[in-house]
């Protein structure tokens, strides 16, 4: 009899409900996804059940994280979860969610016009003819996020588009089910509203998990607005603590908490606020859009804002799942290359059709957004040099122009009085640099950066 | 490569603080001290008292580590104990979760034989105090349970959240009057990397009489890489990535 004995893999039992998969790093681990694809993969696949996750946008001037919970809502009617959003305007929030393109009834806001991805296709389609050298060809593309879901993985994550709205039919379709559910914010005597709040969520998990063990979902956009009534940092951390105790107790749901943006910073809840935030909390993401620094949109122009990590869940591992797995962040990928660098760092950006996280990368030219493959509208200083060019070719350079020329005169003329010759030349150079400026008249105006006002300045006398 | 804790480091009447931030999470060093008492001592007992991580977690993790928390629970030689009830606190008092708590485990000491190694783990005390409990409360209840520890030869590990680096707490600085080792779990200075998550230093606190084990300055701080069950130690400058 051998001594050596094939250990036994103890499974536990995965009763296969719709949109969620096991974990790629843990067999006990269940993930469901947020809606959208680049999310999912920082977040190591997915957002695992039984853990809470809190998007902080301190951007008072747009609404990012709502946004992105309503790709969780959305996410969770199109896969018949069992999604339970609170606030007092809830089924006004769930009417505004996006929803898939090609399904019967779903409202597109605009038609006709070619939207973003169209352009960016056919961006592709250009480049890819530029054959660069034959070795590179089988290098892998360069990409700044991950894939859109294919059919194969449609029933994980469905592919929304901005442009088109949920259909009423799926909504009334959902509440008669009682897949969906709208949960008030109410004020009841001396408790708090969160504690009311929680208690209601606390009453439907009990009683999905004597019917179905359905995966649920539970949504809280704007916590802490003035529906809320006046909270206090103790309040939030309170919900926090609480709602991720629940969602340990009911393992077979998953929240996302989007606070109030005046709730996303330091000023408000005292030093270390944030952090304090990312403890109590299983996943915490920064979404600092640049609407309240212009600078920034001026240096990233292809960006809407970063992206900050502070808190990963690990419900059954001691490493995050995202840390080995997302392809975005590139903890990883550091790690095997031997490298020791860091992760990337990562940005977002909002376009006609869909919300994406990337990583952030400068342009080659130094953040200008041109497309390169087109002709260029300027010349290089090399072709300047070159003897054939004709004169109205002749670029910036006037100086360099004029010294060939002078060169040139000065060898027909030899034999000249020096000052008189050095006058000649010059007037030949200056008759030059005015066809070359005559010659560059019709083109293409300089664009102007600087500020200028036609008012006399104050000190200007 | 590097071990990390030293083996005194736990032994009786140590009341040890573990101090991390969010980069740097010490969750690892808790799991791998319950699973080391319970593989070093035959007939160890251990009390956890909850705070933030969950039981399922303490589960799985240990399930990892061979150690069977469902067998010693059983046996209850292994007791979780909840710290928080599901009504919040009112801010700035206190209830009495605590008092029934200290009573409950001063009647599990007397319970049980001297000789048996004890060890008391609480999770997180700065969660209870951002929630709001009060501060002088917390500092009453960790003093009344390292005295407890004491007498009942006992060691004691307590997490603190650190926020802010630069200017330390009220209770961070209690905790460091009141312990005999202080380890610190910091993330790199230069972020997040793949190949190193963290380094350890050790110190001793002021309250440590007799008590040598080697400490580990913070130049000479160990390196950690975390796998899925366990963490990888070794010197600085040794890493994978360095050689």
């Known amino acids: 009899m051998s001594s050596f004995k094939r250990k036994a893999v103890s499974k536990q039992p995965h009763i296969a409900q719709p949109g969620t998969r096991s974990s790629p790093s843990s067999a006990a681990t269940i993930i469901t996804s947020t809606g959208i694809p680049s999310l999912d993969d920082i977040l190591g696949g997915g957002l695992p059940l039984s853990c809470s996750s809190v998007i902080l946008a301190p951007d ?104 088109c709205r949920i259909p009423e039919q799926v909504i009334s379709e959902a509440s008669a089910a009682q897949t969906v559910s709208f949960i008030p914010v109410s004020h009841q005597g001396d408790a708090s509203p969160s ?126 799942p995202s840390d080995r797995f997302s392809a975005l962040r590139g903890v990883f990928a550091s790690a095997s290359s031997a490298g020791g660098v860091g992760e990337n760092n990562l940005a977002f950006k909002c376009m006609r059709k869909r919300l994406i996280f990337e990583t952030l990368h400068l342009d080659v030219e130094g953040g200008v957004g041109e497309r390169r493959t087109t002709p260029a509208s300027t010349f290089s200083p090399m072709e300047v040099g070159s ?12 100086d360099a122009d004029a010294s060939r020329l002078s060169g040139d005169v000065a060898t027909v003329e030899v034999g000249l009085e020096e000052s008189m010759a050095q006058t000649r030349i010059a007037s030949h150079a200056v008759s030059q640099a005015d066809e070359i400026a005559a010659a560059r008249k019709p083109g293409k105006a300089k664009k102007k950066v600087a500020f200028r006002s036609d008012a006399p300045d104050l000190y200007d006398f | 490569m590097a071990t990390f804790p030293p083996p005194d480091l736990l032994s009786s009447r140590q ?84 008092s029934t708590l200290i009573r409950s485990l001063l009647q599990e000491q007397g319970d049980a034989q001297a000789d048996q190694p004890t060890l008391i783990l609480l999770d997180d005390i700065s969660t209870l105090e951002w929630m709001g409990y009060a501060t002088n409360e917390l500092v009453k209840f960790l003093r009344a349970l390292s005295i407890l520890a004491r007498k009942g030869n006992a060691s004691l590990v ?3 959240h650190v926020i802010t680096p630069d200017t330390p707490d009220v209770l961070f600085r209690f905790l460091l009057q009141l312990c005999t080792y202080h380890i610190d779990v910091r993330p790199l200075s230069s972020g997040r990397s793949g190949a190193v998550n963290g380094e350890i230093s050790l110190y001793r606190g002021p309250s440590n009489g007799t008590a040598h084990v080697k400490t580990t300055p913070r130049q000479r701080a160990v390196q950690y890489r975390l796998t899925d069950a366990t963490a990888v130690y070794f010197e600085k400058g040794t890493g994978q990535a360095v050689l």
């Open chain 1, 387 to 398: 003897s054939n060019n004709t004169p109205t070719e002749q670029l910036p350079s006037v």
């Open chain 1, 195 to 320: 504690d009311i709040v929680l208690n209601q969520v606390a009453d439907i998990l009990q009683k999905d998990r004597r019917s179905t063990p359905w995966a649920t979902r539970i949504c809280v956009p704007l916590f802490g607005s003035a529906e809320w009534g006046d909270i206090v940092p103790q309040n939030v951390i309170w919900f926090l603590y609480r709602l991720r105790r629940l969602l340990r107790q009911y393992p077979h749901s998953c929240a996302m908490v989007c606070p109030a943006s005046h709730l996303c910073e330091d000023q408000w809840g005292g030093p270390g606020w944030i952090q304090k935030l990312a403890w109590v909390s299983d996943a915490c993401i920064t979404l600092s859009a640049f609407g309240g620094d212009p600078s920034l949109s001026a240096i990233f122009p292809s960006h809407h804002g970063m992206v900050h990590i502070h808190a990963q869940p690990a419900p059954h591992t001691l490493l995050p």
């Open chain 2, 158 to 160: 307590v997490r603190h």
């Open chain 1, 60 to 163: 008072v001037h747009s609404a990012y994280a709502e946004l992105v919970a309503k790709y969780y809502i959305a996410q969770g009617l199109a896969l018949k979860q069992r999604t339970l959003v609170v606030g007092d305007s809830a089924q006004e929030f769930v009417s505004e969610c996006m929803w898939t393109p090609g399904a019967s009834g779903s409202v597109p806001s605009t038609s006709g016009t070619p939207g973003d991805e169209e352009e960016e296709g056919k961006a592709s389609d250009h480049d890819n003819k530029v054959k660069i050298a034959w070795r590179y060809e089988q290098m892998k593309k360069f990409q700044t996020t991950v894939d859109s879901p294919n059919s194969s993985t449609e029933e994980f994550c469905s592919t929304f588009d901005l442009t």
């Open chain 2, 15 to 98: 009341v040890v603080i573990v101090t991390d931030q969010i980069l740097s999470p010490a969750n690892f060093l808790l799991h791998r001290t319950l699973a080391s008492h319970f593989k070093d001592h035959k007939d160890a007992r251990c009390i956890v008292l909850l705070v933030s991580e969950s039981i399922s977690r303490w589960n799985a993790i240990a399930s990892r580590a061979t150690v069977n928390l469902a067998a010693l629970i059983e046996s209850q030689a292994l007791r979780f104990l909840d710290m928080v009830k599901d009504i919040q606190p009112h801010l700035g008092t206190d209830d009495s979760t605590r």
